[in-house]
């Protein structure tokens, strides 16, 4: 059965005293709300709003234990009014004191009203308050961005100070790091996986983003250390696999060309994974070891080596441009040999098109990472490793409300054909993957 939604007349006071009986609806006299008309459309709106929601919750207690001062025999009495307290609600980024009606039932218990529960509920407020402080508002400037609610609201209303808000984005955002940690990936079939880290003040935080098979991307993971070691990496990896993470089928791990990364990957997933590095990261390692005058030249090269549809011909047009560097920048051609096979690893899957474009460079994780550092970028005193792993997590949950799927999405399906072929084809030795997914 659906429930009616209550309708709103604001009417004269007369009027309101006469439709007062009517059922499922609520009664607003503009007198009551004559102070806030004057300070604008929306100030009546939340005035009107209180008004209504203190008519809704005596609504809900008249239902669960009859009108007020209704004669009932004792036998069929299951409760009785006990007047109205205050408390606090939840209005935009404050909360707002108003009353609320009471109820006892016959044995003295309080009765608890579904309507208060969900307007005095602090979880909008915290997420109003991240989303705020997220978008560069700093906790002294909260009062000030405040929906103008009128003078007779605002004067009753609270929770808007540094501190206020600051204690609710701190346990908004721990709240949020529990969840991104904890999320169990076992029901997520994952065709490939981006790591990447990035300094917060002197530590490096290393983040995950997984690709499923229809092309979604989801964050999963973030590691706290010095640096981008392999020990941090295999930290990392071990935590993903407990939670759930299953690579049997194989899985694309694109990384930005660190050795660490890489060492992490293949002590953790050992066989089942293929590694993908950053031809982005790569074109700028190369030309940063050349003269200017050379860069643009040598880069526009590396860009249509690494796109050829055909692996082994850029592979051998790779090595061919090393070989012409190696006489006058010995550290150029040094630097393009480096992990040069992984530069091909999804051309050599036969995947080409825009879903090549998407998974040869890391650009999905670095615009992951980009909107962490926007989110961060306000913050001029970090406290400890937490607050920075609970900043990098709530940057990394904005960023995925506006995720879509990866471009060349509908080519997923030959990645995933490709990677089982390459799995099978190997000799899969044990590794930690397969100690931990046991």
């Known amino acids: 059965m659906k429930k009616k939604v209550a309708v709103v007349t604001v009417a004269q006071a007369e009027e309101a005293a006469r439709l007062a009986d009517l059922p499922l609806e609520a009664t607003v006299a503009l007198a009551e709300v004559a102070g806030a008309i004057k300070d604008g459309l929306l100030a009546f709106a939340s005035?009107?709003?209180?008004?209504?929601?203190?008519?809704?919750?005596?609504?809900?207690?008249?239902?669960?234990?009859?009108?007020?001062?209704?004669?009932?025999?004792?036998?069929?009495?299951?409760?009785?009014?006990?007047?109205?307290?205050?408390?606090?609600?939840?209005?935009?980024?404050?909360?707002v004191t108003t009353d609320r009606p009471r109820g006892r039932t016959t044995d003295g218990a309080e009765i608890e009203l579904d309507t208060w529960k969900v307007f005095s509920s602090e979880d909008l407020l915290r997420q109003l308050v991240v989303e705020r402080m997220l978008a560069g508002v700093a906790t002294r400037r909260h009062a000030d961005v405040a929906e103008p609610v009128g003078d007779g609201v605002q004067s009753r209303s609270k929770s808007m100070s540094k501190s206020a808000v600051s204690r609710r984005f701190v346990a908004a955002t721990k709240t949020a790091m529990a969840e991104l940690l904890a999320r169990s990936l076992a029901d997520l079939d994952i065709a490939a996986l981006m790591i990447d880290g990035l300094d917060v003040a002197g530590q490096c935080v290393v983040v995950a983003l997984v690709i499923t098979t229809d092309g979604t991307k989801i964050p999963v993971g973030l590691w706290l250390g010095d640096t981008?070691?392999?020990?941090?990496?295999?930290?990392?990896?071990?935590?993903?696999?407990?939670?759930?993470?299953?690579?049997?089928?194989?899985?694309?791990?694109?990384?930005?060309?660190?050795?660490?990364?890489?060492?992490?990957?293949?002590?953790?997933?050992?066989?089942?994974?293929?590694?993908?590095?950053?031809?982005?990261?790569k074109r700028r390692n190369v030309t940063g070891h050349l003269p200017k005058e050379l860069a643009g030249t040598i880069d526009r090269r590396l860009a249509m080596i690494f796109a050829r549809p055909d692996a082994t011909k850029g592979l051998t047009a790779a090595r061919t441009l090393a070989k012409e560097l190696e006489a006058d920048h010995p550290?150029?051609?040094?630097?393009?040999?480096?992990?040069?096979?992984?530069?091909?690893?999804?051309?050599?899957?036969?995947?080409?098109?825009?879903?090549?474009?998407?998974?040869?460079?890391?650009?999905?994780?670095?615009?992951?990472?980009?909107?962490?550092?926007?989110?961060?970028?306000?913050?001029?005193k970090w406290k400890d490793g937490?607050?920075?792993?609970?900043?990098i997590a709530a940057g990394m949950l904005e960023a995925e409300r506006s995720f879509r799927r990866v471009r060349g999405y509908k080519d997923m399906s030959k990645l995933v054909a490709a990677l089982r072929s390459e799995v099978t084809s190997r000799t899969v030795t044990p590794t930690e993957y397969d100690q931990a997914a046991a």
């Not at 007020?68 to 939840?90: C, I, L, S």
């Not at 392999?230 to 060309?257: F, N, P, Y």
């Open 228 to 281: 981008e070691n392999k020990t941090v990496v295999t930290a990392l990896l071990a935590d993903l696999v407990a939670r759930g993470l299953d690579v049997t089928s194989g899985v694309l791990c694109v990384i930005d060309g660190a050795k660490a990364l890489a060492a992490g990957i293949r002590k953790v997933f050992g066989e089942h994974a293929v590694v993908q590095r950053c031809t982005i990261h």
């Open 47 to 95: 005035a009107t709003g209180l008004v209504v929601m203190f008519q809704m919750m005596q609504a809900e207690l008249t239902a669960k234990i009859g009108p007020k001062h209704a004669r009932m025999p004792a036998a069929e009495r299951v409760g009785n009014w006990h007047g109205t307290t205050q408390g606090p609600v939840v209005l935009g980024g404050r909360t």
């Open 386 to 391: 937490s607050m920075k792993k609970r900043w």
């Open 331 to 380: 550290d150029a051609a040094a630097s393009l040999r480096e992990g040069l096979d992984d530069m091909f690893t999804v051309r050599r899957l036969g995947i080409g098109g825009t879903l090549a474009k998407t998974l040869t460079n890391t650009n999905c994780i670095e615009s992951m990472i980009s909107i962490a550092r926007r989110t961060t970028g306000r913050v001029t």
